[in-house]
């Protein structure tokens, strides 16, 4: 049985992928890297935006028109957040929720045998310690928790994650042990929100990041996002366990907007006052932070006053990495009951901010400029050469390297995106 696995959307989703391709090979399956290969094609969705439920319902569609022969299993997100217009767009095909992935085995051989299943709805199985074929030997993608305790106005993906589902810490060591263990030199800690783990089941994040960075070996940790209402409690020990050598200082919280009218109606739970305190507290704390936040352009309720207060935050805080989104409705949120702002209006917001995202990460990478820098090589570049993060998580693209390993280089040009440097000798 040979499976071809597809994925859209965040590194959660693309850990789901890795947990359940290794599912299938513990099972005998083979997974392959072609469509025309396989027995079985699973597509892993995201629905968070827009643009991205038109480019799988495209895909969708293009596989069943090419490949009408072969098993289509449709997983992730779109499966619990729009089963009506699944069921119009891949009538034959079986599926398996965002949180029912530990079932693919059994999916999957029921769809070879023509018989449908469809696997939906909150399960709460633990998905730590599972097994898994990494896309990166490298790099291993710690799932902490599932789900979140927000009801942010705009978002459908909770209604595919569900509520706040916390795995336990000392599995979550293990797991990491294992991966430093097989030779992974970077431990990504992800979730839709790290900043609520442990808030269902006693523990807590900083606890979490100080035990895996007390795993023996040269490593380092990614802490991803983190929404702002869930930090300001343990804001001192969440930036304390970030003053590790082995954490990146990297911080990913998302502002969304620069408007406390606007973060009201989104349902955000946080101002902007409280949002620029936290950065600060962490730009304190930890002088080379690098900072990623996100912004949602063309909110139904924004007005041009509102945009400009989030230009004027961007100013003023000075992200190093910017997501900017343009708003668009999403199935069974609360904001797409309200009228959409105009198109020609939301475009030109997120052109200016766009322009403004630019200006500011060429300035602040400029600053590199020169600077000797340790990076830790991950990945080989798309056109060549290899990828390293230093320890402010900056991409820097050196010509020849050790994937796996430390370098020294300095640092010969600074783009808006990433870095370029030389090996020092």
């Known amino acids: 049985m040979k499976i071809y696995i597809e994925t859209f959307g965040c590194t959660f989703n693309q850990a789901d992928s890795q947990i359940m391709a290794?599912?299938?090979?513990?099972?005998?399956?083979?997974?392959?890297?072609?469509?025309?290969?396989?027995d079985?094609?699973?597509?892993?969705?995201?629905?968070?935006k827009q643009p991205t439920e038109q480019k799988i319902t495209n895909h969708i569609q293009k596989i069943q028109t090419q490949f009408p022969q072969k098993k289509l299993l449709i997983a992730g997100c779109m499966v619990d957040i729009d089963p009506e217009k699944l069921k119009k767009l891949a009538p034959k095909a079986g599926w398996i929720g965002a949180r029912r992935i530990n079932s693919i085995p059994n999916v999957v051989k029921s769809i070879m045998d023509n018989h449908i299943i469809r696997e939906t709805g909150h399960g709460y199985d633990i998905k730590?310690?599972?097994?898994?074929?990494r896309s990166?030997?490298?790099?291993h993608i710690l799932q902490i928790c599932e789900g979140c305790l927000g009801r942010c106005s705009y978002?459908?993906?909770r209604f595919a994650r569900g509520d706040l589902q916390s795995y336990p810490s000392s599995l979550l060591k293990a797991e990491a042990e294992q991966a430093v263990e097989a030779g992974c030199v970077e431990i990504q800690l992800t979730a839709q929100d790290t900043a609520?783990?442990?808030?269902d089941s006693g523990e807590n994040l900083a606890d979490l990041i100080n035990q895996i960075t007390s795993i023996e070996g040269d490593f380092r940790v990614r802490v991803g996002m983190m929404h702002p209402k869930n930090i300001k409690d343990d804001l001192e020990s969440i930036t304390n366990s970030f003053k590790n050598e082995k954490v990146y200082n990297f911080l990913h919280l998302p502002l969304q907007s620069g408007s406390n009218r606007i973060l009201s109606d989104m349902k955000r739970g946080h101002s902007v006052e409280e949002y620029k305190a936290i950065v600060k507290q962490f730009q304190m704390e930890i002088p080379e932070l690098s900072l990623a936040t996100d912004i949602i352009v063309g909110y139904p309720t924004e007005e041009e006053d509102d945009f400009n207060a989030t230009l004027n935050v961007i100013s003023e805080i000075r992200p190093d990495f910017l997501h900017i989104s343009k708003y668009h409705h999403r199935p069974g949120t609360r904001s797409s009951l309200l009228p959409p702002i105009d198109h020609a209006i939301m475009k030109k917001r997120s052109r200016d901010l766009n322009d403004l995202k630019v200006a500011i990460a060429i300035k602040n990478n400029q600053r590199f400029m020169g600077t000797n820098q340790k990076i830790l090589i991950t990945d080989r570049g798309s056109k060549g050469g290899y990828i390293g993060r230093t320890n402010?998580?900056?991409t820097v693209v050196v010509e020849k390297a050790h994937l796996g390993t430390f370098q020294d280089v300095e640092i010969t040009q600074a783009l808006s995106t990433y870095l370029k440097g030389n090996l020092k000798r």
């Not at 079985?40 to 968070?48: E, G, K, R």
């Not at 990166?136 to 790099?139: A, G, I, K, R, T």
């Open 392 to 394: 402010s998580y900056k």
């Open 136 to 139: 990166n030997p490298l790099v």
């Open 155 to 157: 978002c459908c993906t």
């Open 40 to 48: 079985v094609i699973v597509i892993n969705t995201c629905y968070v």
């Open 196 to 199: 609520a783990y442990g808030k």
């Open 22 to 38: 290794g599912l299938l090979e513990e099972t005998g399956g083979e997974i392959v890297t072609s469509l025309e290969d396989a």
């Open 128 to 133: 730590t310690g599972l097994p898994r074929k």
